[in-house]
């Protein structure tokens, strides 16, 4: 069931709101739109949610990271350049703020926070979610990056190497390895 069920998330895509609509809403929230941040966050919290929980693998530090990287767009909107990727720009504030936390506090494994903050639409049980936790805690955190920025968020490999900055040849072997890390794994239980 669970094997299925991770399958299925992955093949599952999360649609991301136009380039032409976000670049829109950055350029209202810098003319001093404050209604438009709040439409930018719910085009877009559910990605930035899932990438920061990726990298600080703590789902209170990932609220905060979420929080702080919505006060930093509305911050920087003035200094944004539109580009085809408003996405990248969110994406690589929400990263910096989770990197920064990381190196405030020490890396710590999920816990129970953690398997709580898997979205609910996955169907997923909560025996599963543990499952699915101790499996997710054996891959690297690369692994984990992506697994969870196409899993989770729904970006395509190619996306994820652009974002990334890695050959999208290295994003494919990665995130395949992962899969047969999951699959081994879940085959175990």
């Not at 976000?22 to 810098?30: D, F, R, S, T």
């Not at 003319?31 to 719910?42: F, K, P, Q």
């Not at 190497?161 to 794994?185: C, G, H, N, Q």
């Amino acid at each position: 069931m669970l094997l299925f069920t991770l399958t299925a998330v992955t093949a599952q895509r999360i649609p991301d709101a136009p380039s032409d609509v976000l670049n829109g809403l950055i350029a209202e929230v810098a003319a001093g739109n404050i209604d438009s941040l709040g439409e930018i966050y719910s085009l877009t919290r559910s990605s930035v949610y899932g990438y920061a929980l990726s990298i600080v693998k703590n789902h209170s530090d990932a609220e905060d990271v979420t929080h702080d990287a919505y006060v930093a767009i509305a911050t920087s909107a003035l200094s944004y350049t539109p580009s085809d990727k408003p996405m990248a720009w969110i994406l690589t504030i929400a990263k910096n703020l989770a990197l920064m936390t990381l190196r405030k506090r020490r890396e710590r494994e999920l816990d129970e926070a953690e398997v709580a903050a898997i979205p609910d639409t996955l169907d997923i049980l909560p025996a599963d979610k543990m499952v699915l936790r101790e499996c997710i805690e054996r891959l690297s955190d690369d692994e984990r990056e992506i697994v969870m920025l196409h899993a989770v968020t729904g970006y395509k490999h190619r996306e994820i190497a652009e974002f990334l900055d890695m050959p999208l040849a290295t994003v494919l072997s990665k995130y395949s390895r992962a899969i047969k890390k999951l699959r081994a794994a879940l085959t175990e239980e």
